[in-house]
C-alpha cells in the first residue's frame, strides 16, 4: 500500500503516519525528519538544507527528488511506505509519478488533513522531539511519561523552525506551494479529505476508513 499524507505543519501527519507504519508494517518516510538526521550528522545535504528549513522555506525540489528516489530504492519499501511531507510541490508530484511509472506502480490514496489554522499553531507550539528516535509529543494533547523526556530517556527539544516567526513563514509557503497538491490529487480522484480537528485516536480511526474505502472528496 503507497499512502502519501499532505497537509499544512502541525496537523498532525507525523503523528498518524508513525502509528499506521506500524499497524500496516510499511515504512513511514518523512522528508522533515531524513533532512534533519541529515543536518545532524552535518552530511552535505543537511549543511545545504539547514538555511531553508530555519527560514521556513522549502528545500530545492531537485535535492529532495533525489533524497525520496534513493530511499524509494531501499528494499523495505516494496509492500509499500507512508510518504510524510513529500510530495510539497507539483514538481515533486510529478516526479514521483515518474518513478512510480517506471515501476509500474501507483499510489493508493492521498490522506489530505484539514485543520483551522488556530489549532495549527496549538498544536505546533506545544510539540516537542526527541532528537535521538524522533518521537513526537505534545505539552498538554500528548504528554511523555516524564516531562520533558522522550520515552527512550532522550531530552526532548523544541524544533527551530516551530518558532513564531518561522511557523508564520511555514504557513504562508504551504498555501501558495502545497496546497495546490489538494486539487492536483483530486482531479486524479486518489484524494480523502480528513478532518484532523479530533484527538489522534478518532483521527486514525478516520484515516483507516478513508484507506479502507477509497473514498474520495
Ligand atoms: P516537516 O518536518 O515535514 O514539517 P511539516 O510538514 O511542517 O509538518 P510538521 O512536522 O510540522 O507537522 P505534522 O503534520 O507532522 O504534525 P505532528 O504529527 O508533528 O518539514 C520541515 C521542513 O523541512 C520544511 O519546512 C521544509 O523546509 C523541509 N522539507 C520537508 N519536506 C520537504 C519537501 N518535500 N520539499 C521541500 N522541503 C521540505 O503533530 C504536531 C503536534 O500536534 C505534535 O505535538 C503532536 O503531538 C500534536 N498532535 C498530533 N495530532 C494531534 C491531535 N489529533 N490532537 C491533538 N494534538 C495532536
Do not use: W
Not at 499497524?23 to 550528522?41: N, S, V
Not at 500528548?142 to 527551530?160: D, F, M, Y
Not at 486518489?190 to 483521527?203: E, F, K
Amino acid at each position: 500500500m503507497r499512502l502519501i499524507f499532505l497537509g499544512p505543519p502541525g496537523v498532525g501527519k507525523g503523528t498518524q503516519a508513525e502509528k499506521l507504519s506500524k499497524e500496516y508494517r510499511i515504512p513511514h518516510i518523512a522528508t522533515g525528519d531524513m533532512l534533519r538526521t541529515a543536518m545532524a550528522k552535518k552530511t552535505p545535504v543537511g549543511m545545504e538544507a539547514k538555511s531553508y528549513i530555519d527560514a521556513g522555506k522549502l528545500v530545492p525540489d531537485d535535492v529532495i527528488i533525489n533524497l525520496v528516489a534513493e530511499r524509494l530504492k531501499e528494499p523495505d519499501t516494496s509492500a509499500g511506505y507512508i510518504l510524510d511531507g513529500f510530495p510539497r510541490t507539483i514538481k515533486q508530484a510529478e516526479a514521483l509519478s515518474k518513478i512510480l511509472k517506471e515501476n509500474r506502480q501507483g499510489i493508493d490514496r492521498v490522506l489530505y488533513f484539514d485543520l483551522n489554522e488556530e489549532e495549527l499553531v496549538k498544536r505546533i507550539a506545544g510539540r516537542r522531539s526527541c532528537p535521538a528516535c524522533q518521537k513526537v509529543y505534545h505539552t498538554s494533547f500528548n504528554p511523555p511519561p516524564q516531562e520533558g523526556i522522550c520515552s527512550c530517556g532522550t531530552a526532548l527539544v523544541q524544533r527551530k523552525d516551530d518558532r513564531p516567526e518561522t511557523v508564520k513563514a511555514r504557513l504562508v509557503v504551504y498555501r501558495n506551494e502545497t496546497s495546490p497538491l489538494i486539487q492536483h490529487y483530486r482531479e486524479q480522484g486518489l484524494l480523502s479529505q480528513i478532518d484532523a480537528d479530533a484527538g489522534v485516536d478518532d483521527v486514525t480511526g478516520r484515516v483507516k476508513e478513508a484507506v479502507l474505502g477509497k473514498k474520495s472528496s
